[in-house]
Structure formats: C-alpha cells, structure tokens
C-alpha cells in the first residue's frame, strides 16, 4: 500500500462558505483557547498542560457550547493536536539551541484549515473525469459541496484523512488516499539511459545533448512580483492599498508555486517514461542560485530580494523534482542513480579521461586539458553522472519523502491515562 495526496477545489455556495467560515472560526478559536489555557497553567502554577488533558475537556467544552458539535470530535482533536505539534517543535528547536518563535495566537484570517484524520464524517464522491461532490457533516445537516479535481487511482483507492484549507479566499480539500501497489505503476514508453545535470542557464541538460530551457514563468512573473513588491513598499503601511497589493503579491506568489509545480509534473514524468536509468547528482541545497551581488565596479540593484527569489523558486524547484524522480521513478521501475557529488565531482571531471579539471562557474564549455575533449558543460557533467550510474558500487539511495501521518502520536505526560489510550489507539 501506497499513500498519495490528492487536491480538489471546492466549490460552495455562499451559505456553504458561510458555513465553512463558522467552522473555520471555531476551530480557531479552540486553538487559541487551548494555547491560552497553556500559558495560564505555567504561568499561574508553573504547571504544563498536555494534549490529553486537553483533548478530555473536549467533552465538557461541546455540553457547553453545542455549536462545536458538528465539527466532529476527532477534527477537534486534530485542532489540538496542531497546536500540541507546534509546542513539540517549539521545544525541540529549542533543545537545538536554535531560537524558535513560540506558538502564537491566530485569527481566524492566518488560520489555514482544519482536518480529518480519518474516514469519518466526510465522504468524497468521484463524478467524472474531473468533477466530485464532498460531502461533509453528519445527519441532516450535512453539506455536499462541488469540487473540481481527479487521481488516477481508481476504485482502488481508499481515502485515509481530509484536511480542509482556505487560501485567499478559495476552498481546497487535500484527501491522503490509500493505493495499492499495482494501481501506483505507470507505462514507460522507453527503454532509455540517460544522465541529467540540473542548472541555471537552461532548467535541465541530458548527456546527448537535448536542453529543457527554464520554464517561462521564471522569465514572466517574476519581472511582474519585483514590480509588484515595489510598488507595495511605495504605499503607506497598514493602509488599504498597501493591503491589496499585499493581496496580489500572495496570489502571484501562489500563481508561480502552481505553474512551477504543473512544470515539474510534466517533466519528471517524460523522464521516467522514456528511461530505464536516470543518473543525476544528489540533491544540493546551497550553490544553486547565481549571486545577484554583482562585482565591485558593478553592483547589483535588489541584491537582497532577487537572492531571496531567486533561491525560493530555484532551489524549491530542483527539490521537488528531486521528489517526484524518486517517488515516480519507483513507480515505472526506472532505475534512478544519485551520484555522490563530493566524490564524483561531475561539475570538473571529464567525462571522457575521468581527470578533474577544475574550472570557474563562469566557463560554460568543457575542454579538457589532458585528452582535448570538449563538451558544454552541463552536458560532460550529465555523461559524467551516467557513467557513474554504469559503475557498480557508487551513488547515494534515493528516498521519497513519507506524507505525513495525520494522527501522529503526541508525546505527553498524560499517555498512559487509560480512557484516552484507547481513543488513540
Ligand atoms: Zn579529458
């Protein structure tokens, strides 16, 4: 069994929304109740309160206010959950010896969603190709609301939890579905090998040759966020029109998240379609991004958010495909190679001699000094890594990310108490 996320858009009508705000706001007000109830414990008897200590007040807080019934009992558990994870983290970091914001009160406004962490009281019904109905509470009571999206999974798969979010002003339901194995497979049209050096200039370079350039939002948005962002630090902060381009900025923001992420779907899966063995190097989280400091004589303008941008849509963008390589890879039995970029060095070696050739980030053509080959240099590092892929014995293990669980277990003093152990169980 496999999980997989899937993402619907939803579609409610005003009562529905309006409906879905009341619930949004409840949530949120649990959650900050509970954090207040924390702070007052410690502050008041140097006392900390637990999630379970929480979670069984739950019973008298729904006797009292019959409004948060409907939410369903386990979804405000999984409120309290959120705010315990959030404490959790807070201490780890600072165990770390890092400085961590501590857990803050929220509005309704900063208060992304709420979730289901199991198949009770919400049922989400495929129509189609692309349309579906959610429908969510119990009883009579219960709303179906239209929502747009689909998986490939079929019948086989048997949605594991449900978390709603509102993002400027939109509706998503992201439903955790259980696949098996056979319904994960996909066709490979192609039996090929092939290396792969991910840069700057163009997005990806394979071994013959073949460039995929840089996806155009990179050349079309981002002009339109720097000019957006400008003009909002030209308005009075805090004031109305300072606010809606704020507004705009996020939307924007969100626009290129979506055409990256669409990008990368569609790449990732030519790849292992067409490959039996993909070499690439490991993943690198530094030195991806070209500085935009400029040099002495010629300094650059925007130094700081061009960094900024730059790293944020480049780095998360070869992260992800990191991601969907690996996960899709298992999926069409593509043979995916992570070369071990400290050892190999496939930025200077050669591809045809073996010999390192050290060489500026500057230099875009490979001429090798020993054997006079010559190559572009993304491409004698995309022929190194495939060589590499034909070693036995090298490169690092590919790993997909684990989605995480929902009902992750909280850690508490309160744990062996005997009413809660079994509802958790
Ligand atoms: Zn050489």
Redesign the pocket.
């Known amino acids: 069994m496999e999980r997989r996320k899937v993402t619907f858009r939803l579609y409610p009508n005003a009562a529905e929304d309006a409906r879905l705000i009341g619930w949004l706001r409840l949530h949120c007000e649990l959650y900050n109740a509970a954090l207040e109830e924390r702070i007052d414990a410690y502050r008041k008897h140097g006392k900390s309160v637990g999630y379970y200590e929480q979670q069984n007040v739950l019973p008298e807080i729904k006797a009292d206010r019959p409004e948060f019934v409907e939410l369903g009992s386990h979804a405000l558990q999984q409120t309290l959950r959120k705010l315990d994870l959030a404490f959790q983290s807070f201490f780890r970091r600072v165990k770390a010896g890092q400085t961590p914001g501590f857990p803050r009160f929220k509005s309704a406004k900063r208060f992304s969603g709420f979730c289901y962490p199991d198949p009770a009281g919400w049922k989400l019904m495929q129509l189609g190709a692309r349309g579906a109905t959610l429908r969510i509470g119990s009883g009579k009571e219960a709303m179906s609301i239209r929502a747009r999206g689909q998986h490939r999974f079929g019948e086989g798969g048997k949605p594991d939890d449900l978390t709603i979010t509102r993002k400027h002003g939109q509706w998503l339901a992201s439903v955790t579905v259980r696949v098996p194995d056979e319904a994960c497979a996909r066709t490979r049209t192609g039996d090929a090998h092939r290396g792969l050096d991910f840069g700057l200039n163009d997005w990806a370079t394979f071994d013959d040759g073949q460039t995929i350039a840089n996806p155009r939002f990179v050349r079309n948005e981002l002009p339109r966020m720097t000019e957006l962002q400008r003009q909002q630090a030209r308005k009075k902060r805090g004031s109305i029109r300072y606010r809606r381009l704020g507004r705009q900025v996020a939307k924007l923001h969100e626009r290129i998240g979506n055409l990256r992420r669409d990008f990368l779907h569609k790449q990732t899966t030519r790849m292992v379609q067409t490959c039996a063995v993909l070499a690439t190097e490991e993943l690198r989280t530094q030195n991806m991004s070209r500085s935009a400091r400029g040099t002495q004589e010629k300094p650059g303008r925007m130094v700081r958010q061009k960094a900024g941008l730059n790293r944020e849509i480049l780095s998360a963008g070869s992260g992800m495909a990191h991601q969907m390589l690996t996960y899709k890879a298992a999926e069409a039995y593509t043979r995916l190679h992570l070369s071990n970029t400290r050892q190999l060095k496939p930025s200077q070696r ?1 591809a ?4 390192l ?1 050290p060489r500026t980030l500057a230099q875009r053509t490979h001429v ?1 000094p ?4 010559t190559a572009p240099r993304d491409q004698n590092a995309a022929s190194v890594v495939l060589i590499d892929a034909h070693t036995p014995g090298t490169g690092v293990a590919a790993r997909p990310k684990p989605l995480a669980r929902q009902r992750a277990r909280s850690k508490s003093v309160t744990r062996e108490t005997p009413t809660t152990a079994s509802q958790d169980a």
């Open positions: 050669c045809a001699c073996w010999e050739v090798c020993h054997c006079g080959h």
